[in-house]
């Protein structure tokens, strides 16, 4: 059975299941807008690509990559935005864009925070 409730053959990945869900929400009767929000273990271009095609913004933590430290490092010191963290000075956020996945992918908004290490902290073995 799948998420709407209909026997289908096994299918996996983030997209074909949130298009069961968005799909089913739809049908509950939600006319409003939608979103959806995830951790790095759907970060997927099936994932963005179903989201668009049923017109649900979403919101998904981006895994790691040396693209994306590249894209980091080229924000300039200007753009950073202290945000409220818990000691004085501690973390700050920048928006920028960034085309994930391949280059034929849409390019997306990225909002990164940085968090700088704090009193007592363990800071990383290897930092490269």
Known sequence: MCACGAATPYRSGGGWLLTQV??????????????MRADSGFYS???????SKAG?????????SK????????????DWTPIPYWIDDGADVAET?????????PEVRLIVRRVRPTPGSQLALFST
């Not at 968005?22 to 939608?34: K, L, Q, S």
């Not at 271009?45 to 989201?51: E, I, L, M, N, R």
């Not at 649900?56 to 790691?64: D, L």
């Open 22 to 35: 968005f799909n089913r929400v739809r049908r509950a009767g939600a006319t409003g807008p939608m979103v």
């Open 45 to 51: 271009s099936k994932v963005t690509q179903a989201c």
């Open 56 to 64: 649900v913004s979403y919101s998904v933590t981006v895994k790691t």
């Open 67 to 78: 693209a994306l430290h590249k894209v980091i490092a080229a924000i300039s010191e200007e």
């Open 97 to 105: 864009t960034y085309r994930p996945f391949s280059p034929k992918h």
